[in-house]
């Protein structure tokens, strides 16, 4: 099933004895594009602390009500490396963090000096879209398969806020992202999007399946 990562954001984390705060953000890599950590925002538990959980710590996106379950303790989270929120993640980091955890490393242990290429998915909300034509629309959100974490369509705007509509992009459509100037850069025609049928992010708990019909594509 897909699931709006934009939804997701704020949602409060608890862990199998009890809360750690909430969804601030989730890293990814934009080579492979699948949803490497949740950053959550541990609040007044750890003082403001943002803590990183992988994919394995949730084993699915499991809601108890209003609040994603965590497989993991409150001791284990504390006790697990701190992020430095204003620096990248670097794969030394992340070798720490996987042993802290005593998970498997999504890499390939041959090239672990690698550039992770991880990226914020709220960074990049609002990032145009860029065609050979020029620019078309904005990025609002992304749909996550919440089995395999990987991201499936890009959510962008099209247009003026007045005349525009919502469509979704595949990132297999994606040339590369522009970090510098803010744009992610198509290999669709402004007139294939223009036409690609309208998209509505389905209510927050509301079963969504892929499908190709979907893609400006």
Request: net charge neutral; with cysteine.
């Amino acid at each position: 099933m897909l699931r709006s990562i934009g939804q997701l954001y704020g949602k409060k984390l608890g862990a199998s004895d009890g809360d750690i705060g909430h969804v601030k953000d989730f890293y990814f890599n934009d080579r492979q594009w699948a949803i490497r950590y949740v950053v959550a925002d541990t609040g007044s538990w750890l003082t403001g602390r943002l803590v990183l959980l992988s994919p394995h710590a949730f084993r699915n996106l499991y809601q108890d009500g209003d609040c994603l379950l965590v497989n993991l303790t409150r001791q284990k989270i504390e006790n697990s490396p701190a992020i430095e929120s204003h620096k990248p993640v670097s794969r030394q980091y992340e070798g720490e963090y996987f042993r802290h955890y005593g998970w498997a490393p999504y890499w390939d242990r041959s090239r672990n000096s690698e550039d992770p290429h991880l990226r914020s998915t709220k960074a990049l909300g609002g990032y145009h879209i860029q065609t050979s034509e020029g620019a078309i629309g904005h990025v609002t959100d992304f749909m996550m398969d919440d089995k395999s974490w990987a991201i499936r369509h890009l959510v962008v705007e099209t247009g003026h806020w007045f005349s525009g509509k919502e469509i979704v992009i595949s990132p297999k459509h994606i040339d590369r992202i522009s970090y510098g100037e803010s744009k992610v850069l198509v290999n669709v025609t402004k007139e294939a999007i223009l036409e690609a049928p309208e998209y509505h992010v389905p209510p927050l708990g509301a079963a969504y399946h892929d499908t190709r019909n979907f893609d400006a594509s």
